[in-house]
């Protein structure tokens, strides 16, 4: 097999290219909605020695657009935006729940929100040895 290099003053493919590109990497928010890009934001889980934290990605909502709750050992993250800017509406929601581990002090767990970062801290569950027990042998 023969490479051939082309040298075409036009250079018609990327021509092409570039414009597809274009076309395609348009950001068409305004007129449609991906719940793709939209609904899903990043979270990243950190395990430290003491704790878990929880970091969730999420500039321009509200701190009081979040709603958190631990019912048992399932704590539920969520929150709902509304947009109304230049005659165009738009709508994000966001539910996402963990399941903390057995044992996790439930009123140890705190949250925060500080530059676009929902942050959430669990305490990890004490760790026991179990109890050794010595038997007199008779």
Known sequence: MTLIKHNNLLNLDSLIDG????LFSRDVAPYTV???????????VDEGEKDYTL????????????????????????????NK???FFSYTAFNKTWTVPDGTDL????????DGVFCINIVKPATTLPKIQKIAVK
Do not use: M
């Not at 009123?107 to 500080?114: D, K, N």
């Open 55 to 82: 970091s969730l990605a999420a500039p321009g909502v509200k701190k009081e657009d979040f709603d958190l709750s631990l019912v048992g050992t399932v704590l539920k993250l969520s929150y709902k935006t509304e």
């Open 19 to 22: 414009l597809v590109d274009n």
């Open 34 to 44: 991906n719940p793709i890009r939209n609904n899903f934001p990043k979270v990243y």
């Open 85 to 87: 800017s230049n005659k």
């Open 107 to 114: 009123e140890g767990v705190s949250a925060s929100y500080e």
